[in-house]
């Protein structure tokens, strides 16, 4: 068993996650897809991305409301203790040259207004909403590939579990097969057919593999908590794995081979396709900054008055006024702010430019190195399957030998283990290519969060 697996999916697929516990008194039976959708359920990464698209068209509704009517009422009491002086020419009172001192006023006041403020035009409010919207869509296309990258990992976690529990089978089966090549040597040798040398051999190999055994079964455990953990699952349920490996013949490798591919395909690209929509339209938002904005208001309201002695007659009479206004604001000249604003925009869109070019070359090379991969792991896959018939054939016919009482136990244990080696390296070119067409599906864009 390849030791480098493990540490790979170790680091590769301890996410965190929120841990769901199921009822451990039986064991859980859990297909690939029940693993994809538990993961997707309890990932927390795709949780937030999720609440990053909830959060997003709240934001959109922020927006828009700011071009909807604004309404807002006010009132306003008002006690003045001291009413101010003020100095009248004389010549109203019929004394002419001299300054009478008078207050005018009443010392109670109360008023109160509604008012309604409306944008009637903006080119940016427009275009800031459109930006909102399109920012949404930028969330969307994050949580799929937080789904895509949930689903790969996940698979190949599973798949990892798969072949450490055929291969702790395999050895297993190799074990029961030894013991009874041992039993029926310690037979031979007490009628004298056999050597001591021959059951001593076989001791120690029924020794060797109970000890590669135990590994084995830590590995084939870590394997497991690595694939619950990924799925937000406590790591000591025990589950039983009910898929299978992925079979593969010439057909289905070469259909698995796949088209040339759209660049377009995959989520990276066009998650830089819509930050370019958000680029060439924030450039749009500073261009029309140098329009007019024009904005509506209309307003309602009364006053009511009250002296001293009569505060309670405060609000029995109100007295109305009203007004509406249009508001129109023109830039004329802002230091060429908004001038370095566009240039900034324009610098953004010439760098996306650049970073789809970069992944689509990029992408471009994935996929040819996928495919040399996938093609070369099938290569593989099919002599492991040529070697594991032939070493089939060698282990019935050195059996053959050995009860025959020609061959040696020597010979015996040898072309068991070499059966056992090649029935394991067999599993793992399998899950080899299994991996390598999930990476081809990756790099063609095929894996989808659906």
């Not at 008078?102 to 008023?111: A, E, I, Q, W, Y």
């Not at 403020?117 to 903006?122: A, G, I, P, V």
């Amino acid at each position: 068993m390849n030791y480098k697996f493990f540490r790979f999916f170790l680091a590769a697929t301890l996410l965190a996650v929120s841990t769901v516990t199921p009822a451990q008194n039986s064991s859980m039976e859990l297909s690939l897809e029940q693993a994809q959708e538990l993961a997707l359920q309890n990932n927390q990464s795709v949780k937030n991305a999720l609440l990053d698209i909830e959060m997003a068209n709240y934001k959109v509704d922020e927006i828009r409301a700011m071009g909807l009517p604004q309404i807002e009422g006010s009132g306003v009491f008002s006690h003045t203790y001291e009413i101010a002086t003020q100095l009248l020419p004389g010549d109203f009172v019929g004394q002419p040259g001299t300054m009478i001192a008078t207050k005018f006023g009443v010392p109670f006041n109360l008023s109160g207004t509604v008012q309604l403020n409306q944008l009637l035009f903006d080119g940016t409010f427009f275009l800031g909403l459109q930006a909102a919207s399109e920012f949404v869509n930028v969330n969307r296309l994050m949580a799929s590939k937080s789904e895509i990258d949930v689903k790969e990992g996940v698979t190949k976690a599973y798949y990892m579990a798969l072949i450490s529990d055929d291969n702790l089978r395999q050895l297993q089966n190799s074990l029961s097969n030894l013991y009874k090549i041992k039993n029926e040597t310690s037979k031979m040798y007490e009628a004298g057919m056999a050597e001591r040398l021959d059951v001593d051999r076989l001791i120690l190999s029924v020794s060797n593999l109970e000890i590669s055994i135990n590994n084995l079964r830590s590995q084939a455990t870590l394997a497991k908590q690595i694939l619950l953990n990924s799925m937000g699952i406590d790591v000591n349920q025990p589950i039983v794995l009910t898929s299978k490996l992925p079979e593969f013949n010439m057909d289905n490798f070469r259909e698995g081979y796949g088209t040339n591919g759209e660049v377009s395909n995959r989520i990276e690209y066009k998650m830089l396709e819509q930050q370019q929509k958000l680029n060439e339209l924030d450039l749009k938002r500073w261009k029309v900054g140098y329009f007019p904005s024009l904005y509506g208001m209309v307003n309602y309201g009364g006053n009511s008055f009250g002296q001293e002695d009569a505060f309670n007659d405060l609000g029995k009479d109100w007295y109305p006024n009203g007004m509406w206004a249009l508001s129109l604001k023109v830039p004329i000249f802002d230091g060429l702010k908004k001038q370095a604003k566009i240039n900034q925009a324009r610098v953004e869109i010439e760098k996306t430019k650049n970073s789809m070019t970069q992944l689509t070359n990029g992408i471009e090379l994935e996929i040819s190195q996928s495919r040399n991969e996938y093609s070369n792991a099938y290569k593989t896959l099919e002599l492991q399957k040529q070697s594991m018939k032939l070493a089939e054939n060698i282990y019935k016919t050195t059996s053959i030998k050995f009860k025959e009482g020609v061959g040696s136990s020597f010979e015996m244990i040898t072309a068991e283990g070499d059966l056992t080696s090649a029935k394991s390296n067999y599993l793992n070119a399998l899950y080899n290519l299994s991996v390598a067409k999930i990476n081809l599906d990756k790099a063609l864009g095929n894996i989808t969060n659906n």
